[in-house]
């Protein structure tokens, strides 16, 4: 009899025999913070909700209206140039300065625990005073620092940020700058990860350093490169405190970015539901990327 009881309270359920007591918090917190607000934005995007008055009538327009918008159109022309631009060459330029870190590291010059640090202090800086300290570098009168080095070299003072198109290209010199640390620490932990008698082999067999780079390193780092290409573009397309501090999406709406315009829609303009309907194509955006991203991340645990 006592055996048996003893069976009958250890077959008997314990709170911990299962996780979900210590999930239901994070699922909380999740659903408050996350699910909640992104139901709640998608419902209002099909409202002509305005912050200045409580009543709203459920209708597409908000849609319609930002559709046919020429300045809604035009964000997004510039939201796509912003990123394209700016996923290049970060993700170009994070590579080349991995290789060469890795390639010093590997030859045991100094300095490369310098370089990454720099490199990464880039990426600790937070946007806002990122913008900050770019504004300081394109001031255009005559403190301002690239302004002089350029009347130095006899180019005149350059209109960085008070002429539509240079803005623009400002601007995304300055998200290059920020986002191509991140690009490094991401294709820097995948050089060591690098088989390295595959390298050696291809090195004997004749290889040289261009090809030893194009068809053996690049190959093996594909995987690498393209969850980089995804998480840059997903962040970048999410760009706005830097924009937001350097030019404010000027001159005129020059470099006026979606998540800027849905600021402005929301909290100049009061228009809530214009400015949800915006936020839910900046989300449908955001969600093709990250379906692209795990359909692949699929496609190679099949291959596996």
Known sequence: ?????EEKA???????????????????????????????????????????????????????TLLRSPDFLSTLRITFIFVFASVVFQVLLGFIIALVVDQ???RGLRGTIVTRTAVLSAWAIPGVIIGIIWSI???ESAAGILN????????????FLSEPNTALASV???????????????IYAGLQTLPEDVLEAAKIDGANAWQR????????????????????????FNTFDMVMALTGGGP?????????????????????GRGAAAAVMLLAVNMIITFVYLRYIERRQGIE
């Not at 009899?1 to 009881?5: D, L, Y």
């Not at 005129?252 to 809530?272: D, K, W």
């Open 213 to 236: 780079l194009t068809r053996v390193m690049i190959p093996l780092l594909a995987p690498v490169l393209f969850i980089t290409l995804i998480i840059v573009t997903i962040e970048t």
């Open 104 to 106: 010093g590291v590997r």
């Open 172 to 186: 995304t010199v300055a998200n290059i700058w920020r986002g191509t640390a991140f690009s490094m620490i991401l």
């Open 1 to 5: 009899m006592e055996k048996v009881a």
């Open 10 to 64: 250890a077959s008997r359920w314990r709170p911990g025999d299962t996780p979900v007591p210590w999930l239901l918090p994070l699922a909380l917190v999740l659903v408050l913070v996350f699910v909640y607000p992104i139901l709640e934005i998608l419902r209002l995007s099909f409202t002509d909700a305005s912050l200045v008055r409580p009543e709203y009538a459920y209708t597409l327009e908000s849609y319609i």
């Open 252 to 272: 005129g709406r020059g470099t006026e970015v979606i998540a800027l315009s849905i600021y402005y829609q929301i909290f100049q303009q009061l228009n809530l």
């Open 148 to 159: 002089h080095l350029a009347n130095l070299v006899g180019f005149g003072s350059i209109p």
């Open 137 to 139: 570098l394109y001031e």
